[in-house]
């Protein structure tokens, strides 16, 4: 775990079980919804391409709706982020509570209606699309350093030519156990059980963070930098 620090707060820690949500989401997409992800878009990109040359197993069209769900979330990130520049810990809890409604969602769907058929399948990728781009572009504008929680290509090329950085280590190893445990959940339990361990992780960290950005006067890690 990162040391503590004052600048950034709470946000640290409740980025890095962020971290962990994009694992335990891009486990169920890929190995249950159609090998696709639904919060790396980089290896979405590159899955389109494999399945217009006629890879097998590829879907395009699955590729090309994660992609347009996660634009469309991100695009709805940033405007909640535009509504709320003033203060860090309320655009995170706001963004959260919106992330953890649609997670619920998709719960819920997988658990009543399953992931196999066609409509349920796009649907949780939409659902689950929508909630990572609208978290990957709230992330953005909260400006912590070296937490993204969606993309560790950049992170961990930094790790290894500065040789520093706890938190770019914590970021690999958090989405790392994230993926394990998502996999573990799809593999010996269900989609609804690996989804519903992503949504309590989220409302932990609304609640969390909404605690910790209500006193008054605003803490200073809630101030934009």
């Known amino acids: 775990m990162p040391t503590p620090d004052p600048k950034h707060g709470p946000l640290v820690p409740m980025l890095l079980v962020l971290t962990v949500v994009t694992g335990v ?22 899955f ?9 197993n590829l879907s ?9 769900a996660f ?19 309320r655009l995170l809890a706001a963004a959260v509570a919106a992330q953890s409604v649609l997670v619920a969602a998709a719960t819920a769907l997988a658990a009543a209606f399953g992931h196999t058929s ?38 961990i090329t ?10 770019r280590l914590a970021s690999a190893v958090w989405m790392f156990a994230g993926a394990l445990v998502g996999a573990l959940l799809v593999l010996h339990a269900s989609v609804p059980v690996a989804l519903a ?22 803490p200073a890690w809630t101030r934009p930098l």
């Open 25 to 46: 989401v891009d486990a169920v997409s890929y190995l249950e919804l159609g090998h696709v992800f639904v919060a790396n878009m980089t290896g979405n990109v590159v």
């Open 118 to 155: 066609d409509p349920a399948r796009y649907t949780l990728i939409g659902l689950l699309g929508f909630a990572m781009g609208g978290q990957n572009a709230v992330v953005r504008a909260l400006k912590v350093p070296d937490l993204t929680t969606t993309v560790l290509t950049m992170t």
């Open 48 to 56: 389109l391409g494999f399945a217009l040359a006629g890879a097998a």
């Open 71 to 89: 634009l469309l979330g991100a695009l709805v990130g940033g405007h909640l982020a535009r509504r709320l520049p003033g203060h860090r810990g």
């Open 158 to 167: 930094a790790l290894a030519a500065d040789r520093t950085g706890s938190r």
């Open 60 to 68: 395009a069209t699955a590729s090309l709706a994660a992609l347009a």
């Open 197 to 218: 361990l992503a949504l309590a992780l989220l409302v932990a960290v609304a609640v969390l963070t909404r605690q910790a950005a209500r006193t008054t006067p605003a």
